[in-house]
């Protein structure tokens, strides 16, 4: 207690007596730089913090910090830098890589003592009218056409002038189109080799858009466009697939992709899917749309669609006519799902390897035998029980799995009554017949005795006169096709020409 003494009550400090606390004020008052100059005016005794001849910041020994007009210039320099930087970051950000930028220079509160910081990178040449970079226009005639009196005058017709000016026009091309510094060589293009290559720029700009459009609204060989894309996610999405593997297979009409299956509305679906995408390409169905047209099934539907709504129109045709040979017991791929103009169906193979076709199946004579008489009575089948006629049958659509024939892509298949239908079935039989006679089986009927076993008419034949033959189809299509607009109804016969009792074909599905 002997350097520590009490006086009143009342503790001494050790380092001396202790200044008088300066009344409290708030940080506005500080940062007001109003307050402060009334307080300068008023004391008359506070340095100033900027020389305002050398435009210097003092520092050091001669800066004063007692001065509260010296702080709140302090203050308000740096919250104006940290500002000027943020703004220089905004507009960086904003123009980022185009040409074509915008300045914030208004926005900015420069100091005087910051003058003599700028350098020249900083400054903008958009907005200066002395622009080092720019081009020197090239000259061009008044608006009169002529300049010079005499002997001297030079029209617009001038063969430089105007070259000079084509050059000039070339900037007004596309942007995808390079024209280079023409102006710069003093390029001068006469007016042929100008309108070659404006109109080389239109037809390039015109077969651009058509490439675009066709590559985002078609589907290719593999390739999918982004709303067949984006179907297939929804259904990966929806937990209708588990996951889509890759293609299998690629055809005239579809692109089939193998597929997990996951369930749809609580109903499982396959563990291994096919996904059948119909190409939305227009080419593709230009000389098949009698298949679809003449059915009287799309009849209707099909006059008032526009072309690429009958894509979708035949993946449906290809769903109805899967679940009618489905019924009858052929085997053949189950539907799981429609979506669109992408078609669900039950994989035919095992273990993620499609079933080989029937002419790529390595077959012995007694399952090529077996296999015959399968397709027989297939086709008698489809004609009899599910009124088909499968219009592309042939080993490329006939799939071997587990000893048995499956009969896939039945898009095309018509009804007997169809105006071609007895045709394309008479198509189908010759396929059929020349393909298992060169593959040695002896059973395999010619074309006509297939097609009259198939249809179960009598159409006489005489040796292998096909022209006889034809005419007597010819002659029921024509028959059949008088029969429907007398007697307009959707119950008609399909009968031959000998006078034999008729055979009712029910359309209704």
């Not at 290719?220 to 588990?242: F, H, I, N, W």
């Not at 299956?261 to 396959?270: D, I, K």
Request: aromatic share 8%; hydrophobic share 35%; proline share 5%.
């Amino acid at each position: 207690m002997d350097q520590l003494s009490v006086t009143a009550g009342v503790p001494k400090s050790p380092w001396g007596a202790v200044a008088p606390a300066a009344p409290s004020c708030s940080l506005s008052d500080v940062m007001s730089e109003q307050l402060a100059r009334q307080l300068d005016e008023e004391n008359n005794a506070f340095p100033t913090l900027i020389d305002p001849d050398a435009n210097l910041l003092l520092s050091g020994e001669d800066a004063d910090t007692t001065s509260d007009l010296m702080l709140a210039q302090m203050l308000q320099m740096q919250y104006d830098r940290e500002c000027d930087s943020q703004l220089r970051l905004e507009e960086k950000k904003y123009n980022g890589e185009s040409k074509v930028s915008i300045s914030f220079e208004n926005y900015r509160m420069v100091h005087p003592y910051e003058d003599s910081e700028s350098s020249e990178d900083e400054v903008d040449w958009q907005d200066t009218r002395d622009d080092p970079y720019k081009a020197d226009k090239p000259q061009t005639t008044p608006r009169k056409g002529f300049t010079g009196k005499g002997k001297n005058i030079t029209t617009k017709h001038d063969e430089v002038m105007c070259g000079r000016k084509n050059t000039a026009r070339m900037d007004n091309f596309a942007p995808e189109v390079h024209v280079g510094d023409g102006l710069g060589m003093d390029l001068k293009l006469s007016n042929k080799v100008f309108n070659s290559l404006k109109q080389h720029c239109y037809a390039e700009q015109r077969r651009s858009a058509r490439l675009h459009e066709k590559k985002e609204h078609s589907t290719a060989e593999q390739a999918l466009d982004p709303r067949t894309r984006l179907l297939m996610y929804k259904m990966v999405s929806a937990g209708m697939l588990d996951s889509i593997n890759g293609c299998i297979s690629t055809g005239k009409e579809s692109v089939v992709f193998h597929a997990n299956g996951g369930s749809l509305e609580e109903q499982p679906v396959p563990e291994e899917v096919v996904l059948k995408v119909f190409k939305t390409t227009l080419n593709e169905f230009r000389n098949r749309d009698r298949y679809i047209k003449d059915d009287y099934r799309f009849k209707d539907r099909f006059s008032k669609l526009n072309p690429r709504k009958i894509i979708r129109l035949w993946a449906e045709k290809e769903m109805h006519n899967l679940m009618k040979i489905k019924k009858a017991g052929i085997p053949c791929p189950e539907v799981a799902l429609l979506k669109k103009h992408i078609l669900v169906m039950s994989f035919i193979g095992k273990d993620h390897v499609p079933a080989p076709k029937l002419k790529d199946a390595m077959l012995g004579s007694a399952d090529m035998k077996n296999a015959y008489y399968q397709v027989l009575h297939m086709m008698q089948q489809l004609y009899q029980e599910c009124n088909l006629v499968h219009a592309d049958l042939s080993e490329y659509n006939l799939l071997w799995h587990e000893g048995k024939v499956w009969l896939i892509d039945v898009s095309q298949s018509v009804e007997p009554t169809h105006p071609h239908g007895l045709h394309f079935l008479f198509r189908d039989c010759r396929n059929v017949s020349t393909f298992f006679q060169k593959g040695g089986v002896i059973e395999a009927m010619n074309i006509y005795e297939l097609f009259n076993c198939v249809t179960g008419l009598n159409l006489t034949i005489s040796g292998d006169d096909k022209a006889t033959f034809i005419a007597q189809i010819e002659a029921l299509e024509k028959r059949n096709e008088d029969h429907i607009q007398r007697k307009g109804k959707k119950t008609f016969p399909v009968s031959s020409c000998d006078g034999d009792p008729p055979l009712k074909h029910d359309t209704d599905d």
